[in-house]
């Protein structure tokens, strides 16, 4: 009986080949679709699942209420580690972090630039990252140790056993390699090329060492461990007040723990509460991929049920010779899930293809993992419930029908169908209209941010790591840059223009109220900075070797000017690191953090021991990679121990749209297959529907009626559903996406026009799909339908 099945199901696929074809080509486009993004999605739910004990591995976080509201900051004071531990023993484990750092490592003649973190001893304890060699309790104990990945440890030594090798650098001390750990997966928070104990910055930085006491400043990153079956909610409550009680300046400051299962998906804190994160895009993706393959599955649907009227004669013949209602409800449905199932394996094969140009698109490796149970699961299940929801129309509408009156020719076409069909078409519509929506709105954001007014000129402006080298040498390297006619102007400071690496508070101002407090971003620099940068002054002067008071001087920007207040800016003393300044210039306000956000305050003070970036401004020219090879031969000159390393501002700038580029990019990449998956559907269902009235289209030709009353016919039905579709997508669209703008303080406003062009584009594409079907009708020799009448 199966093979019967089988074999008529066959049949009935080949003898319809068009049909077959639209039906299985447009659900397993919108299947792949679906399957890519949702990789993309599993990609993001599963970030850091790597460490065996994320459930009990936490980030200490802090509220700290200032004027604006409530900050949720990371920086921790250095005591804190060894305070927490003792405060409450549910905490098993406590290690501290650096952020982050770039350094030179060298063995022999091999010389590499890698990112690593600087960690306290338990770190690999918590972490647990797979050790390849060493040992996870020792690897970190000597200050002087260092862990590297696999990889780092392959480009350094190649096939030799890295283990008590000795790495240099910096170019300054000699490091026992302890460890090797395996290369931590893409998804992971933590990517460093090597780990160094935290002892060793301890040996080397003076401002650690300064630090060890200091409850008032954050100086490192701590994440904790409990012991298992420990509530962290419990555990924030009573450390919460750990660090207002160490505080002597009165700071209302609160600690809490992050779960690190909520780190990546839910990093983004608003006064003081969890606010959303990449799980806001992963929620807009997954409702994306949902819209796609409920298009397709209307097609699927609307296509099966349309065409299976033609098999009504088919029931009335084998219900006459015997067939039960049950076996032509088995047959139908087994057809559908049969095409379904085709469809499923077809949409592999093109995620397969696809995969490369996907991953280039999300900067991700992402693969099909086939021996998970999950992914088999949900693709079956998807192609069953596919299967059954079209199969359902024929197998139970179908089977109905008497055969007397089939086999008279009694049945009409059913009208029962058609009422269903053009709520899943308006549907389809509707879902589209939102899509094209959609991609326009986040266009346009995108495009708002990056033409936002950043306060400095980004062209040309070379920024580049300083090393120890570099700061002995900082003089003359200047002095040669200048004098080679490549560069215009030439500054370091602590950060680069495209980032913040240090906030504080001022302790007094003109006119500050008691218990006021406001952050600050703070820039530390030396002479030419506002020259280098292209920052306007506003008021005042910048820096200059002329006044020597400066080293106590302050250039603020326009955003501290209005919170503080300051009627007249120049000339006032304000009090920092209980040390009073006097306010020299006010610039205009620079956008150093993320393009969304409005500009901080920010102070400027003169101390160039405190610096991480050489800024370099390089003349406007034809040929900007001689200029740089000859910026280059200076550095080498200067810096010979370092490769000469740099990137430009505006690809630093760039890199902050990252998200959003990726957002866009998927926006309009699944709007327009989503359209083709439309498109495709549409124009099966047009040519059924023309097939259905070419007798009606015939007699009306007879009777003078001309090819384009006929074409407007034709399309009236459809341009009324994707008006009526327009009536729900508009108002849907735009309380959607003003929704999703308003947690970005920065933004544009659903604009209304946006709102009749996608449903215009809709329309128009449904006119012409539809009309091509039509005018082949309209202008065939109507004696050719009606010769058998």
Known sequence: MLHNYLKIAFRSLVKNPVFSFINIAGLSIGMACSMLILLWVWDEVTFDSNFPKSDRLYQVKMNTVVDKGIVTGISMPYPLKEAILIEDTRIKRAAMTNWGEGALLAYGDKKFNKVGMWVSESFLEMFEYPLLAG????????????????????????????????????????????????DPPANSTFQPAFLISYGYYEITQDWVRRMKEVWEAGAMQLFVELEEGVSHEEVSAGISDLISKNRKDGTDVSLFLHPLTRWHLHGTFLNGNEAGGMITYVRLFVGIATFILVIACINFMNLSTARSERRAREVGIRKSIGSRRKELVIQFLGESVMMSLLAFLTAIMLVELLLPLFNQLVDKKLVIDYSLTAFWAGGLGLTLVTGFLAGSYPALYLSSFRPVDVLKGKVISSRGSIAPRKILVTMQFTFSMLLIITAVVAYQQIEYLRHRDVGYDRENLMLIWTTTDIEKNYAPLKNELLASGSVEGVTKSNSPITAIFSMNNLDDWPGKQPGQRIDFTTIATEYDYAKTMGIPLLQGRDFSPEFPSDSTAMVINQATVEVLNLKNPLGEKVKMWDQEWHIIGVTGNILMDSPHKPVDPMVMVMDPSWSSTISVRMRSTDDLPASIARVEKIFNKHNPAYPFEYRFADASFEKKFTTFNLIGRLSNAFTILAMFITCLGLFGLAAYAVEQRTKEISIRKVMGASVASLIGLITRDFSRLVLIAFFIAAPLGWWLLNSFLERYPYRISVQVWVLPVAGLVTLLLTLVIVSTQAIKSAVANPSDSLRSE
């Open 135 to 182: 040992s996870r309790q020792h690897a970190l104990l000597d200050p002087k140790s260092i862990v590297l990945t696999a990889s780092t440890a392959k480009i350094l030594f190649g096939g030799e056993d890295p283990l008590n090798k000795m790495v240099l650098i910096d170019n300054r001390d000699e490091l026992k390699v302890t460890g090797v750990i395996a």
